[in-house]
């Protein structure tokens, strides 16, 4: 079946600019996660959806981070004011399970360039 | 102390050879415990879950993992070149965690011809 999908793939922007980025996840898993990994570094942790509800958010590095998610589908994060240290690859993973430990499946990621 | 510790190597073994990679976490309440294979510029990918303690073998991968001593290793046999990526520990903490993955920095596998 379709795997996580994630748009864009790359999101070149100047520093100040608002972005949006979207992961679809895998059909039936209501648990969804973004992550983020810099250049060279491991992945952090940003934020957890269960259905449409945030009980975990934090990983998000500042305000200017925020998330959504409609139902159980599509969900999207923004960065306002975009900042130099905000360049990375953004990834989004969903999960059937839940806080048991559900294995996480990874989409193919956002690579965000703030110039 | 990292959450989540793992030899950043590189590790390079021939081709045919075993490859051992290991991972040390420190909260002693964590249960889940997975493996995932990251290529150059591409997203991680799940190549192993384990829960018990014990090892887990799933074709030419086998992990094992000693909740007592807080380590989990990855074992790759008949290590192909196709291997050749970094190798990232990932773990679920006990207690409030929403199953969010802490990872280690992961480990450079190179498998030469």
């Known amino acids: 079946g379709a795997g996580v999908s994630q748009s864009p793939s790359n999101k070149v922007t100047e520093k100040g600019k608002d972005v949006e980025l979207r992961c679809d996840p895998i059909?039936?898993?209501?648990?969804l996660y973004w992550y983020r990994q810099r250049l060279g570094q491991g992945l952090e942790f940003l934020i957890y959806?269960?259905?449409?509800?945030?009980?975990?958010k934090s990983g998000l590095p500042s305000d200017r981070f925020s998330a959504e998610r409609t139902g159980e589908s599509v969900s999207t994060l923004t960065i306002q004011r975009t900042q130099q240290e905000d360049s990375a690859v953004y990834l989004c993973?969903?999960?059937?399970?839940?806080?048991?430990?559900?294995?996480?499946?990874f989409g193919p990621g956002t690579r965000l360039t703030v110039t | 102390q990292k959450e989540v510790e793992q030899n950043s190597g590189p590790l390079s073994v021939p081709e045919g050879a075993i490859a051992s990679l290991n991972c040390t976490y420190s909260?002693?309440?964590?249960?889940?415990f997975f493996w995932y294979r990251q290529y150059s510029g591409k997203s991680p990918e799940l190549i192993m879950s384990?829960?018990?303690?014990g090892d887990k073998e799933d074709g030419r991968f086998t992990a094992q993992l000693n909740k007592a001593s807080q380590y989990v290793s990855l074992l790759i046999r008949d290590s192909q070149p196709s291997d050749s990526a970094t190798y990232l520990c990932?773990?679920?903490?006990?207690?409030?965690?929403?199953?969010?993955?802490?990872f280690g920095q992961g480990t450079i596998l190179t498998v030469h011809p």
């Open positions: 384990i829960y018990s303690n």
């Open positions: 909260d002693r309440g964590s249960q889940s």
């Open positions: 959806f269960q259905g449409n509800s945030a009980p975990d």
């Open positions: 993973a969903s999960s059937y399970r839940t806080s048991s430990g559900g294995e996480q499946y």
């Open positions: 059909s039936g898993h209501t648990a």
């Open positions: 990932a773990v679920i903490a006990g207690g409030t965690s929403y199953g969010k993955l802490t």
